[in-house]
């Protein structure tokens, strides 16, 4: 077989740092092949990504060790912009950066320009890029137009019609919706079926590539710990509690007891012998009672154009309650928080604070009584110790240096920091920057917390240490509103009420089962976790999470 | 930073070539140095066309043209009353009427740069530009780098959007105006100087990726001399000429001033 890409024993620390990213990896991948790369943040996927296309050791510069070999072709000594010309293109994670033009045609034609090609070449090469990946009708559209799911197919194309031999793509989904997820991997799976093209993939979303790939490795502290078959990769044990997201199919398998590593056929087969229905244990939905501390009432909302964004909405969320909303890209998630939260007045109808009497509010009468914390809620870190950032808001509020020294450290305590309290919050771990910034929010001491997509970009630990805090907030009474579109993680977590915005409109209310199962969730263009499917597929709709699905299998393994 | 944001219409200055614009942006702002009446009917023109090119849809244009206005008008009012002598004072060793007459003026031709620049980047898409500057044979890589700066600006201005806000529910806006201050500068800069980095940081990357800098680029779009734009160059060249002559058949001041100044 060709190798198309071979790196041997590759070590890199980046200038300025002393623990490596990258430590003694040999890698050897075949032409065709498809591979998946996961880990945890900061594992060094990306940073192996950026080995193979050049970006390291040329534009970040450190100590670099080992040699990379492109179809036998030693490359160590071109920078990612030679490389770039022997074929190796990149999809990048964030499809806005890489989209370098207004309009899709020239954002596509952004590296053929460079490569001087004659302006008709460009052209028919554009159209064809576009066409693999059934976006030939946008090609005079503003980019600006375009939604994530959609832009990110374009940054695809743009990568692509170069007509590379090697498509390294890093977290290509991480910014996108289930839905737009989904059809981006449909896509790059029919691309793969027709060109001659080696792929690697760097992705959390491992459910939807489990089927897709044909070689996985997983990275640990910049070290590869496994690499094989991905069959074979994700039935070890050490993947099990490596903290990465295990394909849902492999855990049913784990439950089912089946050792011999099985196709997804036979797990299903075997699965639908051992299911038993039995009686699922209530949905927790303990906050929903007493009186609302957000009442919406008949809320409609347009920005200057003629559209509705939103239309009639009435909604109550209650003291103690961890609310979901959910919605594709688009629906009117994030304006519904903005009106929430007083940046945005409703055209029509009212959003009520009964508690401090507040009818339609502004922003600055909220401070204090709502939370908001927007995508990326670290990035607002900005004092130099995690005690002076959570001492903050304390001092602004005009607390005495006693009780804010007693306060901080209580604080401090709820949210696992108190031990790295005069560290520098930027040279913490990333999951320590949440709990910093969180704790910052909390010490404003707010009564309703609203959450904004807050996990997208997160691997699995770090989302799950996310609902782990916000539950930790909830059990003092506090009210929880997380917009996300994340389908497997509110599966997978304790949440007491959903609602599904559909095109402006309340689509879907209720607990975690019955929105889950309904296929209403489908028509607001969502889709439905995994294990929904699965059980699906053997006639039980009812079955929404892990904890569901072990209840209905007679003798489950617990994984 | 809104200033080079270009507002998709389709105006007759929209339609122009680039080159003509620029042209047509160097006469204004040329000539309203040449007389006070040239400056005084040039303003009128550029107030014209930016109502025309619909340059005043730019994000918050009112607020800051108003307060560019202000700090401009009463800085140099104050600087002109005291380093030149006066006849009439209007507050006494502090404020001139020849100071307000000057300042009143230098504002004017400030005014008259920022507006016309604003009509040029707001009706010239970044890729237009890009392709014009190629067309001159400057640098692709500074080309590159300009058109992109201009491209990321509605993305960044959503950052600092995001930013401010969010920061702001933090509280600080419920406290005193030093505080207050204090607390924008140092809650508000950090945060955001780091969100633009990693985000110049990422299109470097792309660029890099992308074979940036080229050795030779191709010229996506190629843009053509239309009639209407022979007739943008005659009215420029008329305009030139017309403001050139009314300082020599016009009196130089519109009002009497000391003799000193």
Same mark, same amino acid.
């Given at each position: 077989m060709v190798k198309a890409i071979e790196l041997k024993s590759i070590s890199f620390t980046y200038k300025g740092r002393t623990r490596p990213a990258l430590s003694n990896i040999d890698l050897s991948l075949q032409k065709r092949s498809v591979t998946l790369i996961t880990g945890r943040s900061g594992s060094g996927k990306t940073s192996l990504i950026k080995v193979i296309n050049g970006l390291i050791p040329h534009f970040y510069l450190g100590k670099f060790f080992g040699e990379v070999y492109f179809f036998d072709e030693d490359v160590t000594s071109l920078t990612a912009s030679e490389r770039f010309k022997l074929g190796i293109s990149t999809v990048m994670q964030f499809p806005e950066d890489q989209l370098l033009s207004r309009k899709v045609w020239r954002s596509v034609a952004f590296g053929l320009a460079n490569l001087g090609y004659p302006r008709e070449v460009i052209l028919r090469k554009v159209r064809w890029a576009l066409k693999l990946v059934e976006? $030939? *009708? *946008? *090609?005079?559209?503003?980019?600006? !137009?375009?939604s994530a799911g959609q832009k990110q197919k374009i940054a695809l194309a743009s990568a692509l019609a170069i007509e590379p031999q090697l498509l390294l793509l890093d977290e290509p989904t991480s910014q996108l919706d289930p839905l737009s997820a989904q059809k981006f991997i449909e896509v790059l799976k029919n691309i793969t079926k027709d060109l001659d093209l080696t792929v690697v993939i760097s992705e959390h979303r491992v459910d939807e590539l489990y089927d897709y790939v044909d070689e996985a490795l997983i990275l640990d502290n910049g070290s590869i710990i496994i690499k094989g078959p991905v069959r074979d990769v994700f039935y070890n044990e050490s993947v099990w509690h490596s903290g990465i997201k295990v394909p849902t199919i492999i855990n049913l398998a784990r439950a089912l007891g089946l $050792? $011999?590593?099985? !196709?997804r056929e036979e797990i299903i087969r075997v699965l639908s012998t051992r299911v038993k229905p039995k009686r699922l244990s209530n949905i927790n939905t303990s906050g929903k009672s007493g009186e609302p501390v957000l009442r919406i009432r008949d809320l409609s909302f347009k920005y200057n154009d003629k559209k509705w964004v939103l239309k009639n909405i009435n909604l109550n969320v209650f003291r103690g309650e961890f609310l979901v909303v959910m919605g594709h890209n688009g629906s009117g998630k994030t304006t519904l928080a903005k009106l929430m939260i007083g940046l945005l007045k409703p055209n029509k109808g009212q959003v009520i604070y009964p508690e401090k009497k507040l009818i339609n509010p502004s922003f600055k009468e909220l401070i204090g009584y709502v939370a908001y914390a927007p995508q990326n809620p670290e990035e607002l870190i900005f004092n130099q110790t995690i005690y002076d950032e959570i001492a903050f808001p304390l001092r602004l509020r005009g607390i005495n240096k006693q009780k804010l020294d007693m306060l901080v450290r209580e604080i401090a305590k709820k949210f696992g920091i108190e031990n790295i309290l005069y560290k520098s919050p930027y040279s913490v771990s990333g999951g320590e920057k949440l709990r910093t910034i969180l704790a910052s929010i909390y010490a404003l001491d707010p009564v309703v917390y609203i959450f904004d997509e807050p996990t997208r970009g997160l691997d699995w630990g770090r989302k799950t240490e996310l609902i782990d805090l916000i539950n930790r907030i909830k059990r003092d009474g506090k009210s929880i509103i997380l917009i996300t579109h994340d389908i497997e993680l509110v599966s997978s977590s304790n949440i007491d009420r959903i609602i599904v915005l559909n095109n402006g409109e309340l689509w879907l209310e209720g607990d975690k089962r019955s929105v889950l199962a309904s296929d209403k969730i489908l028509e607001a263009k969502l889709i439905k976790p995994a294990i929904c499917d699965i059980f699906s597929s053997i006639g039980y709709r009812e079955i929404v999470d892990f904890r569901d699905a072990l209840t209905y299998i007679s003798e489950a393994h617990a994984p | 930073m809104s200033f080079f944001e270009y507002i998709p219409e389709n105006t007759i200055y929209h339609r122009l070539h680039p080159l003509v614009k620029l042209i047509y942006v160097l006469v204004m702002i040329v000539s309203s140095w040449f007389n006070v009446w040239s400056a005084l009917i040039i303003m009128g023109i550029s107030l014209a066309s930016f109502y025309v090119s619909k340059?005043?849809?730019?994000?918050g244009v009112g607020k800051t043209l108003t307060i560019t206005t202000i700090i401009l008008f009463l800085l140099n009012w104050f600087l002109y009353s005291v380093a030149y002598p006066s006849e009439i004072w209007l507050i006494d060793r502090f404020l001139s009427l020849e100071g307000l007459y000057l300042s009143s003026l230098l504002t004017f031709r400030i005014l008259i740069i920022i507006i016309n620049i604003m009509i040029f980047f707001s009706t010239t898409t970044p890729e237009e530009l890009e392709d014009f500057l190629l067309s001159i044979h400057l640098p692709s890589s500074l080309i590159i780098s300009f058109t992109l700066t201009i491209t990321f600006i509605p993305l960044v201005a959503n950052e600092i959007k995001r930013i401010y806000q969010a920061q702001l529910l933090r509280g600080i806006t419920r406290i005193g105006l030093v505080k207050r201050i204090t607390g924008y500068i140092s809650s508000m800069m950090l945060p955001l100087m780091i969100s633009i980095l990693n985000r110049a940081n990422r299109v470097a990357e792309v660029l890099e990726i992308y074979g940036v800098p080229p050795e030779n680029r191709t010229i996506l779009t190629n843009l053509r001399f239309q009639k209407r734009d022979y007739i943008g160059l005659i009215i420029s060249l008329l305009l030139v000429i017309t403001f050139y002559l009314l300082g020599l058949v016009l009196p130089p001041q519109l009002i009497s001033l000391s003799p000193y100044v």
């Open positions: 976006m $030939e *009708f *946008f *090609f005079d559209k503003e980019v600006n !137009s375009l $050792e $011999e590593k099985p !196709s | 340059s005043w849809k730019q994000r």
